[in-house]
């Protein structure tokens, strides 16, 4: 079965500092990779997702993720952060032979430093 | 307005007592998720309905049954609420394909007592 570790529960950085979250994926096939924020009280908003082509994907709000294979990870990173980055994030990954289905990882809560 | 929204977005209530949360979505889509969100956990599915009439188990169906009255209405049900179904519940929609995104609501956090 599939599964996603996200290893950091909680990180804090400073505003203006740079940003890498790890995922770590077990799948028997490509995955199809996904990293979600929710920022407090709000629900879910896909960051990025990954399915084929270019390792390197870009995403909304200055967010970029690198799939790499060989070390089964797919870290999303921000080269500068913002106060309001300030919330959860999540990897997940899809499952292949039922639908669009997500496995989600535990979350890592990301605070920000004034 | 938003596109998926659900209701109530809080509740709390005793064990034993019968809860139903609903979702509804505009965006026209037919493939809809619920899903519970434990501390360190992440989220987790409970049930997913890929059109009115397919409505499938997820990973931790048990204590709860929805229902698909429409393509836009999804509803969870908890027949007997347990403490340890208190969690935050979300309903979340998405088109056909592999790779196309779920729209996710805003949640309803529930709590048993």
């Known amino acids: 079965a599939q599964s996603v570790t996200q290893p950091d529960i909680h990180i804090t950085v400073s505003e203006g500092a740079s940003l890498e979250l790890r995922c770590n994926y077990s799948y028997g096939a490509t995955p199809y990779l996904f990293w979600y924020v929710q920022s407090p009280g709000q629900g879910l908003q896909l960051l990025l997702k990954y399915f084929s082509g270019d390792t390197l994907v870009q995403g909304i709000k200055g967010f970029e993720a690198e799939f790499k294979r060989s070390q089964s990870s797919f870290n999303l990173r921000k080269p500068s952060v913002h106060w309001s980055d300030a919330a959860e994030y999540f990897c997940a990954v899809g499952v292949y032979n039922a639908g669009n289905m997500l496995t989600f990882g535990g979350g890592t809560r990301l605070m920000v430093k004034p | 307005d938003a596109d998926v929204t659900q209701t109530p977005r809080n509740r709390i209530t005793k064990t034993g007592k019968r809860i139903m949360l609903e979702c509804s979505q505009t965006?026209?889509?037919?493939?809809m998720y619920w899903y519970r969100q434990d501390p360190g956990l992440g989220l987790r599915l409970i049930y997913y309905s890929f059109d009115v009439k397919d409505i499938n188990k997820g990973e931790i169906s048990d204590g709860y049954s929805v229902s698909r009255q429409a393509q836009a209405k999804f509803s969870l049900s908890l027949e007997s609420a347990i403490p340890n179904q208190t969690a935050l519940y979300f309903c979340?929609?998405?088109?056909?394909?592999?790779?196309?995104?779920?729209?996710f609501g805003p949640g309803t956090r529930l709590t048993v007592l």
């Open positions: 965006k026209g889509h037919d493939r």
């Open positions: 979340a929609t998405s088109r056909a394909g592999m790779t196309d995104t779920q729209y």
